[in-house]
Each structure stands twice: as structure tokens, then as C-alpha cells.
């Protein structure tokens, strides 16, 4: 088999984003653009020669070709091997749980996340290191130069491999092994994890559902929850992972997963349900008739993190994205344990975990996790949630209601406009960050606003700072109002706003967050005076 030079030409739109590449499949579809990319990345590591390379996606239109485009360009690439997922199949916690235990030197992953799927949809490509993480933008800044240059890429004269039975093969001089991609992830569950407590749980009256969304979850719900845990059969829905998601978003919302919600909040609702996105790194929590944001998610799980073997010895530190509410904090401080703030995206706990700085982390975006992989992990939460319930007896909304009248309630709330021009997007943060030197020390909102800034950070272990990831207004009772736009849309400009406030009056935790949050959404508007600029008079997504 000949190694095969292909001359090229840049493209200009390769920039990684929150979660690496992201366009629609037929962008990726165009000659050589996935070519590019990948010879990119591969470019990005000098050192990838004999080294092992972990392989695999959600399951998702188009994942099947570039899979074997991957593989031939790994292979005249000098990598030493590829571990691929059957069928081409990883979840990404799977790949970080697999990169770490094979002590890989990285990994592939094909995915657009939360967004559909199918020939007129989303399709993504990311690199994570050998930590199993995200790549650090050190890193992706590089794939991004790389492409910026490309003259042309490497692959091998060859046909098709087998991705379908597992075994091993030569591709070229490299090694390809096809694995079960739900195996090794299992048991790294299994150890984290009391298997017989939540057995007992799932065996008795306690009835739950997961809903995969036809999103790569599915597989690793049946194992676990019904094979593994003895879960009635039918407690995993829409468990196929298909390759358009069944036509729907595989977004873990009240919004994209409203036929869970609908069922937790019917009569006959089962006690718990949860659902998991794409590439099954986020998760939605329901009780009966109850919705657990993510930020209090993270917060509840800190709380009761004595509650799981893994974690019976205390947790080290937490970390939150910053548009994610306060009250993993006041939890920290309540344990006297460190609480970190980073910008969005996972890639940004990294290096906390590898520092052993922190022992869980969060998003308000539906990402939980902990230190057990390096990657946000839905059925981690999801099991997670499983071993509160049967540690305390408790119902999710008992456990919840019962957080809040002892650390109080931060109401939350984020309403998404998506698809706005481009440049609109841009025209509201520029406004908004016009007027934050004058913020400070004026009133709105019934509010006195102490500082107002675009905010900047500094990795406490690397000191690499990341600048505008987010204008942010702090009030003088704690409140924020937090502006972003999004890195991960693909269509447009995503304006994201965060509203946050703290109630300690356990009397007045039981209003809906949108009313109770009224004043902060209406400044929120005003300030981006989105109705006079976009004709929008309601969010696209509210959560
Ligand atoms: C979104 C979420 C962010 C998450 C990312 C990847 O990014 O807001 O928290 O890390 O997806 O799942 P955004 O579109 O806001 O840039
Ligand atoms: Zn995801």
C-alpha cells in the first residue's frame, strides 16, 4: 500500500471552537476539507509516530466515511495504532475512559455534540490528549495555524477496512483494533460506583427512565441500567443510535427532550428520569414533577459526594464554568474546599483535574463530571444521582428542596437567541462592552450593579490566560447577569444570557425561576436591545 501525497488548498473557516470543529455535513463533504483538517491536527502533534490513537463518534451521519478517511491518513501518518469502536461507535466519555486506560497518546472524536444530525445537519470533528481531555487551546491553536498553511496531506492507497467485527488487522504498517466501545467504560463505572446499592434501587418499586435521544448513549444505558443493574426491561427509550438521531436534536433540554419531560411531569411519571445528549457527555436530571438545574446538579453532587465509593474520602476542589450558578461554591465553602472559576468549556478543567486541584466539575449546560475521566460525563451523573437517591431514601425533589433551604436557591435561568446575523451578535457584545465602564454604581433591575467586566482568566496551574469569554454583571446581593456569545453554533451568531440571584428565604424558594427571575431577564433584553435590533421578542431556548 503507497503513501499517497495530496496537494491541497487551505481552507479559511477551520478554526476550532468550543468543542473543535463543528459545520454542516455538507461542508465536511467537500474535497479534502475533512483531509485538511485531520492532516491538521496530526500536524499539531511532531510526536505521533508509533503512538496509539483512540478512534471513534456518535454514531452520526457521515461518522462511517470519515472514519475511514481517518484511518488511512492515521496510517501514512506513522501513528503505531488505532483503537476503534465497533462500528465505528465511541461515546466521549468512552474515548476519555479509553484513552487513559490504554495510556494512549490521544484521540479522535466525531461528533456535533447536541446538534442534529443527518446529511443536512451537523458534523464535528475534536482531538483530545493524552490526559483524555479536550486539547488546550495551545494546541487547537496550532491545528488552526496548520490549516491556515496546508498544502496537502498524507493517506494510503487502500480500500475500506472492516470496522464492524472486533479484532486486529494491519492498515499499511499500523495497527487497527476494533473494539467493543462500551466494555471498558462500564467498568470504570463499576469501580466507581456501589453496583449492589444501586441494584437494590433499580430492583425494587423505584422505576426510572433514560431517555438515549437515538444518540450514542443508548448502548451503554442497556448495559448498564437493565443488564447490568437489573433494571426492567423498556427503562432505556429510544436506545438505538441512529444516524439522524430519529430526526430529533440529541439535546438534553426541557426543550429537545420534552417527551422525557412530559412523562416525569404526568400522572403515572416514574420516580426519576434522565436523558443524555449526542455523544454522551451531557445529562438532564428529572424527579417526579421536578427539574434539577445543572448548576444545582453540580452543587447537590458535592454535597453527597461521601455518598459514592469513589468519592468517600471528600472531594478536593470543585470547579464551575463562570455563566454556571454560584452554588457549588457555597458548598465548597461550606466543606472548606477550594471552588475554581473557569471559562466555558471542559477543556478548561483539565488541568485542575491533572493538578488534583479539584475532584468534580461543572457546566450549566447540562455537563457534570468528576475526576475519573477527563471529559463531562451523562451516565457518570446519571449514576451519580442513582447512589443519592438510595444513600438517602430521598426523592429528587426532597433531596433538592432540602439543598436549598440549607445552602439557599440560586434561581437560574439562560435564554438562547440563536441564528442571529453574525454581525448582530457581534454588535450586541460590542455595545455591551461600550457601556461597562459605567455600569458599576448605577441601579437597574432594583439592583446595585458593584462591577461589570469582560471576563478574563488565568490557569492557576499553566498561568496561560484566556481573554473575552464573557461580559459579566455582578449586583451587590450576588446577583449576575452574564452575556456569551456561543463557540459551538453553526449557523450565525448563538447570544446566550445568564440570570442568576440567590434566595436564602426558604419561604420564597418555590417560585418558577422565570418569574422569579423577571427583572434580570427584562434588564438582560434591554441591554442588548434585542427587540429593536432583531424583531426577536422571546428566546429561542429558554432553560
Ligand atoms: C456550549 C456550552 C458549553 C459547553 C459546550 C460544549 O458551548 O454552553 O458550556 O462546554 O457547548 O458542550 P457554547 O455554544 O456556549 O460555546
Ligand atoms: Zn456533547
Redesign the pocket.
Known sequence: MAVLQIATQPFADQRP???GLRKKVKVFQQPHYLENFVQSIFSAIPDRAGQTLILGGDGRFYNREAIQTILRMAAANGWGKVIVGRGGLFSTPAVSTVIRARSAHGGIILSA??NAGGPDHDFGIKYNTANGGPAPEKITDTIWAASKTIQGYQTLDSADVDIDQDGEFLLGDMRVEICDPVAEYVELMARIFDFDALRQLLQGPFRMRFDALHAITGPYAHEIFEKRLGAPAGTVVNGVPLTDFGGGHPDPNLVYARPLADHLFAEDASDFGAAS?GDG??NMILGRQFFVTPSDSLAVLAAHATAIPAYRQGLKGVAR?M??SQAADVVAEALGIAHYETP???KFFGNLLDAGKITFCG?????TGSDHIRE?DGLWAVLAWLSVIAHTGQSVAEIVTRHWQRFGRHYYTRHDYEALPAETGEQIMQSITAQLPVLPGQTLAGRDIIMADDFTYTDPIDSSVSTHQGLRLLFADGARLIF??????TEGA?L?IYHEYLEQDAQRQQQDPQRALSDLIRLGRDLTRMESLTGRKTPTVIT
Not at 457546566?363 to 455537563?367: A, K, V
Not at 456569551?484 to 453554533?489: M, N, W
Open positions: 471552537g468550543t468543542s455534540s447536541h445528549d457527555d451531557r464554568s455563566p454556571t466555558t468549556g471542559w457546566e450549566e449546560s447540562f455537563g463531562k456569551r456569545l456561543s463557540g459551538t453554533g448563538t446566550r
